[in-house]
């Protein structure tokens, strides 16, 4: 796949487009936007942070980057591909990963198209920490430090929006979207790691199995599940896990002292893909 560079990227000041200007991205109106040394852009303003460190901390980071290079979830990363280029327009085409972490995912994506296939795509994050290791590890791909509430994109001109494990803007996703293009969405299904969570919780909540409706905007396709046995060898590598999941901090002090005493691990993992057609 031949990878162009992102050129829709909007002000998140003003809304107008942004264009490049040797290290920075700038607007008609004047304000501009320095690339750091190692690539990346920083497209939120202080004032739609919500803390002076918003995201996922450097360790978190660095936990996803260890377990996810490894291959663990190598299937969910495929599945994921197959999705994205399915039906993809050729030439021109252009995909954003919305909360996208350390860039796992858009490598894998680069990394399984086809020659044919010429895509533009951006990686967005509301961690300064994630883009900066996505940044470090693949300079193909444009990196912003940015906000799903608030994309730093230009209206109608993606072809494809991924929020995997994230927190879904459908409003803005709609809004960035062109008619016709799909938002990908991964989430934990009912049984995902489901061994480690009955070790560190006291009991498991019921599962819902009601399946929400498409939002505004949007019509749903069909979705997939994506289900597998992983076993995970090393006290490092399940820590890692723990870190990387909303579960380190949901656990108290004895369920993640229960995790750490492990040194082998057999979880299920269990993810639905859902795919929503833009009107």
């Not at 040394?37 to 920083?42: D, E, I, K, R």
């Not at 942070?49 to 996803?64: E, F, I, L, N, T």
């Not at 509301?126 to 940044?135: D, E, V």
Request: proline share 6%.
């Amino acid at each position: 796949m031949r990878i162009t560079a992102f050129d829709r990227l909007a002000c998140p000041l003003d809304g107008a487009p942004l264009q490049r200007d040797g290290a920075a991205w700038r607007c008609a109106d004047g304000h501009s936007f320095d690339i750091a040394s190692q690539g990346y852009v920083h497209l939120l303003p202080v004032q739609q942070k919500r803390s002076r460190d918003p995201g996922d901390s450097k360790a978190m980071v660095a936990a996803r980057r260890r377990f996810l290079n490894a291959g663990h979830y190598q299937p969910i990363a495929e599945a994921v591909s197959r999705a994205t280029l399915l039906d993809l327009p050729a030439e021109g085409a252009s995909c954003l990963d919305a909360g996208c972490g350390e860039g796992y995912y858009l490598r894998q994506l680069a990394a399984a198209a086809n020659d044919e296939h010429t895509l533009s795509v951006l990686g967005l994050d509301i961690s300064k920490w994630a883009t900066l290791s996505a940044a470090r590890q693949d300079a193909c791909p444009a990196w912003v430090v940015g906000s799903n509430a608030k994309l730093p994109v230009l209206s109608a001109t993606l072809d494809r929006v991924l929020c995997l494990f994230g927190f879904p803007m459908y409003a803005e996703f709609a809004r960035v979207l062109k008619p016709g293009g799909v938002l990908l969405q991964v989430d934990a299904g009912p049984e995902h790691l489901r061994e480690l969570r009955e070790i560190i919780y006291p009991s498991l909540k019921p599962e819902r199995a009601s399946e929400a409706p498409a939002p505004d905007g949007f019509t749903a396709l069909p979705t997939e599940t994506v289900r597998f046995p992983l076993s995970i060898s090393g006290a490092d590598a399940i820590a890692d896990l723990l870190v990387m999941t909303p579960h380190f901090y949901r656990a108290n002090a004895e369920g993640r002292a229960k995790a750490a005493a492990l040194t082998a691990l057999d979880v299920t993992v269990d993810v639905r893909l859902t795919r929503y057609l833009r009107d």
